[in-house]
């Protein structure tokens, strides 16, 4: 259970091309769903959060007019990369938490390569 | 910042219990602490958590000392495969104030040797 994926697993863009990745919990109902990125050799940082049907929630320094995300249902949220450049390369994880189960525990999906030519 | 100090690395020979400890010494009355892992180029895997009572699930134990100030996660029997970064959370507030926010080091570096 708590199984969340991601598509594509793996994206090559031109600059100035817009990107969109998507996060789905597969077996449960995510109340919450966040947006993470992650440098070479470095930690995640945590982009923004969402609630479905709501917007989201962005992380001091995050760009939310770069950074688009749609929690439009209980099972599928999207980032897009807007205008992408290079500096925006970088492996972009997303992760859910399970509303039915009374815990916060976040689950990740396998993660997003995306690199800006 | 991250409100967690965890080693750098750490090395397990395969088959034998691996123990990462965790320093927290800030945490608070309500903070749970979370580990999780990441495998090279892949998604951080759940692993377990507690509040200040000792776990166990089929992954692993955590150890929470009675002061909450530092916690240990045992691998039991290591393999190869448990090779990751190993990262210990204490949960704390995000901007509405619900504690659901992970603030994430840099974690340990566990290899396990053949």
């Known amino acids: 259970g708590a199984v969340v994926s991601q598509h594509p697993s793996r994206v090559i863009c031109k600059s100035g091309t817009s990107v969109k990745i998507e996060c789905r919990s597969l077996?449960?109902?995510?109340?919450?769903m966040f947006w993470y990125r992650q440098f070479p050799k470095k930690s995640l940082m945590l982009m923004a959060t969402s609630n479905e049907g709501s917007k989201a929630t962005y992380e001091q320094g995050v760009e939310k007019d770069k950074f688009l995300i749609n929690h439009a249902s209980l099972t599928l949220s999207t980032l897009t990369v807007t205008s992408a450049h290079p500096e925006d390369s970088s492996f972009y994880i997303c992760s859910a938490t399970d509303g039915g189960t009374g815990t916060d525990t976040q689950y990740f999906g396998p993660g997003t390569r995306l690199t800006v030519l | 910042d991250a409100k967690t100090t965890q080693p750098t690395s750490m090395d397990c020979a395969e088959g034998r219990a691996a123990n990462l400890p965790c320093n927290h010494s800030?945490?608070?009355?309500?903070?749970?602490v979370y580990w999780y892992r990441q495998i090279h180029s892949q998604g951080p895997q759940y692993i377990i958590h507690g509040l200040k009572n000792n776990e166990t699930n089929e992954m692993a134990s955590l150890i929470i000392t009675e002061d909450r100030k530092s916690s240990t996660l045992i691998l039991p029997h290591a393999t190869l495969r448990d090779t990751a970064v190993y990262y210990c959370?204490?949960?704390?507030?995000?901007?509405?104030?619900?504690?659901?926010?992970?603030?994430w080091g840099l974690g340990t570096s566990l290899a396990v040797n053949p």
């Open positions: 959370i204490v949960r704390t507030p995000d901007n509405a104030g619900n504690n659901r926010k992970l603030i």
């Open positions: 800030t945490i608070s009355g309500n903070e749970y």
């Open positions: 077996d449960f109902q995510a109340t919450t």
